[in-house]
């Protein structure tokens, strides 16, 4: 409120209403829809695209043995699965391997290892492109032999 609006309004002269101005008679407080609020929209839009167009991986890292289960669980869904067996014993981590062997071959996957105590497992319906030398030349400009 400018200084002449302000002294107009002590003289009464004018009403004083800066008040009305800022308010919406529309407003409502509170949530109108049973959703829960979530910080950051794109989260949720994005993990429900990527599970309708089946376009979802999951990355396990297991602590113990007693994680297999949820392995097995997104594997049963159909989603590929990463496991990362780097933090575990090395007899635990061969009873996870064990169990990924068994889970691929009693749902016609696949387990393919990706780095060392690392391995993929894969779907039936899930192919796996490899991006080594496809369609590179072998002595080239990069060929450091």
């Known amino acids: 409120m400018g ?8 003289l009464g002269l ?13 407003y409502a407080e509170g949530q ?10 794109r989260v949720k839009v994005a993990s429900e695209t990527a599970e309708e167009k089946g376009r979802r991986i999951g990355t396990v890292t297991p602590d113990s043995f007693r994680d297999a ?4 669980e997104l594997f049963r869904d159909g989603v590929p699965v990463i496991i990362n067996l780097t933090a575990m014993e090395p007899t635990d981590a061969k009873r996870v391997v ?27 319906n899930t192919e796996i492109v490899s991006g080594e ?5 072998t002595d080239g400009f990069f060929n450091q032999s």
């Open 3 to 10: 200084s002449v609006r302000k002294a107009s309004a002590w």
């Open 14 to 26: 004018v009403d004083d209403n800066d008040d009305e101005r800022y308010y919406d008679d529309d």
């Open 32 to 41: 109108e829809s049973g959703e829960a609020w979530v910080t950051d929209p």
């Open 69 to 72: 289960r949820g392995i097995g």
């Open 98 to 124: 064990d169990f990924a062997a068994g889970l691929t071959f009693g749902l016609r996957g696949t387990i393919e290892r990706v780095a060392t105590r690392v391995f993929l497992l894969t779907p039936a």
């Open 133 to 137: 030398a496809a369609g590179r030349p």
